[in-house]
């Protein structure tokens, strides 16, 4: 082969590669938004969950999770940073006026924050439902945490360690090979939780710009094709965040447990033991799919189950296996009410007053329900009819045994 022809075949080459380029950058960008917003409860995890799996099965370039939230669930919120944290897709967090709490360790799980003008993230404390601060312990699971994720991002640690703990103080810290002096930051102080404001977490690599929108963001880094496709919630996933409120759950398994109990200790089979099955596989369907129930959980509240079947038909009477049972079924109850995360004897208190309020109002839901169906016309007609036919059964054994 000529020089002439090497030279042509290396320009075709190289034409080749420019067009290539050229076609590739024409091609619009899959965008995917995910919006986080309100409270954290355990229904978004499943909704972060999926929209991942759509845009890795769609080929998405980035996934942009909308966040503007004051916090939630501690469980719901390390569930969304595993799920953020195992993805190869690049991720945004747009900070959408505020990522209070455990919007905080969502947002720096992600590869890049974006805040608008005034927006704030911090003040990421472990409270309980009164809002009182959870002991040591829950501290310093939430303070290990948020450090561990922002140093995989490339955030400060010791800021991530400050937006927890309220005891921790510094005046100088390292950002991109610098080391500031820190005389803005209220948080840096002792006794004081780090809340920045937009302007504070760029100055110190928290956040890594700024947009007013989404596509100020996209803007910004360069992509001006693209394709935005949002990811909602989905009936399934709206259903589970009703089932999967505390009171609601506690509901479920007081009327599913009173059901069941029931129906056990009565002849036949009737509407009590139907209705406690389905509040039981509504409550723990739902806490299995969010993992607050647990395989051991459940198999806890089937071996009371069982027991209270053995003693309801193997052995006459209430005795052990009944007691055994009761007990084993309501502490496997009790189980599906506590996050699978270390948390404060308050959490336990709390869960172990919620669970006795809720069996209190479900009996006497039970009792009222019941007094009102048994004053109904259709409740009486169903009396009357089996008080005839047993009252028919009986004049008809009698007859037979006259003649």
């Given at each position: 082969m000529c020089i002439r022809d090497r030279f042509k075949n290396i320009l075709f080459g190289i034409a080749f590669i420019l067009s290539a380029l050229i076609f590739a950058e024409e091609v619009n960008k899959k965008v995917y938004v995910v919006p986080i917003q309100d409270v954290i409860d355990l229904g978004i995890p499943g909704l972060v969950s999926r929209a991942i799996d759509l845009a890795e099965a769609n080929n998405a370039e980035i996934i942009v999770f909308d966040i503007d939230t004051f916090g939630g669930r501690v469980d719901a919120a390390t569930q969304i940073k595993d799920s953020i944290s195992s993805t190869d897709i690049e991720t945004i967090a747009f900070i959408n006026r505020r990522a209070i709490s455990a919007g905080s360790l969502i947002s720096l799980s992600c590869d890049q924050i974006y805040m608008t003008d005034g927006a704030t993230i911090g003040a990421t404390s472990v409270v309980d439902m009164s809002g009182s601060k959870q002991s040591e312990k829950s501290q310093s699971y939430m303070r290990e945490e948020m450090a561990a994720t922002a140093e995989k991002s490339g955030k400060n640690p010791n800021i991530a360690r400050g937006m927890v703990d309220e005891e921790l103080s510094f005046e100088y810290l390292v950002v991109n090979g610098d080391?500031?002096?820190?005389?803005?930051?209220?948080?840096?102080?002792?006794?004081?939780?780090?809340?920045?404001?937009?302007?504070?977490?760029?100055?110190?690599?928290?956040?890594?710009?700024?947009?007013?929108?989404?596509?100020?963001?996209?803007?910004?880094?360069?992509?001006?094709?693209?394709?935005?496709?949002?990811?909602?919630?989905?009936?399934?996933?709206?259903?589970?965040?009703?089932?999967?409120?505390?009171?609601?759950?506690?509901?479920?398994?007081?009327?599913?447990?009173?059901?069941?109990?029931?129906?056990?200790?009565?002849?036949?089979?009737?509407?009590?033991?139907?209705?406690?099955?389905?509040?039981?596989?509504?409550?723990?369907?739902?806490?299995?799919?969010?993992?607050?129930?647990?395989?051991?959980?459940?198999?806890?509240?089937?071996?009371?189950?069982?027991?209270?079947?053995?003693?309801?038909?193997?052995?006459?009477?209430?005795?052990?296996?009944?007691?055994?049972?009761?007990?084993?079924?309501?502490?496997?109850?009790?189980?599906?009410?506590?996050?699978?995360?270390?948390?404060?004897?308050?959490?336990?208190?709390?869960?172990?007053?919620?669970?006795?309020?809720?069996?209190?109002?479900?009996?006497?839901?039970?009792?009222?329900?019941?007094?009102?169906?048994?004053?109904?016309?259709?409740?009486?007609?169903?009396?009357?009819?089996?008080?005839?036919?047993?009252?028919?059964?009986?004049?008809?054994?009698?007859?037979?045994?006259?003649?």
């Open positions: 080391s500031l002096k820190v005389d803005d930051i209220e948080g840096r102080k002792e006794g004081k939780l780090i809340t920045l404001t937009t302007e504070l977490a760029l100055k110190y690599g928290i956040a890594d710009g700024k947009g007013e929108s989404i596509q100020d963001v996209l803007s910004s880094l360069g992509i001006n094709e693209y394709d935005l496709v949002t990811v909602d919630e989905n009936w399934s996933e709206n259903v589970v965040r009703i089932l999967t409120n505390p009171t609601v759950s506690s509901l479920l398994t007081t009327f599913g447990t009173i059901g069941v109990i029931s129906e056990l200790y009565s002849a036949g089979w009737g509407i009590g033991g139907t209705i406690g099955i389905i509040c039981l596989t509504l409550a723990l369907g739902a806490g299995y799919l969010t993992q607050l129930a647990s395989s051991t959980d459940i198999l806890v509240i089937l071996l009371g189950m069982l027991l209270l079947f053995v003693e309801a038909v193997a052995i006459p009477g209430f005795g052990v296996f009944g007691i055994a049972g009761i007990v084993v079924l309501f502490y496997g109850l009790y189980l599906l009410l506590i996050p699978d995360i270390p948390v404060s004897p308050e959490i336990y208190s709390e869960a172990l007053d919620g669970f006795s309020w809720a069996i209190v109002v479900g009996i006497f839901g039970i009792i009222f329900i019941l007094r009102l169906i048994g004053k109904s016309a259709f409740f009486q007609k169903l009396v009357t009819s089996d008080t005839n036919k047993t009252t028919l059964k009986k004049n008809y054994k009698n007859r037979s045994k006259v003649e």
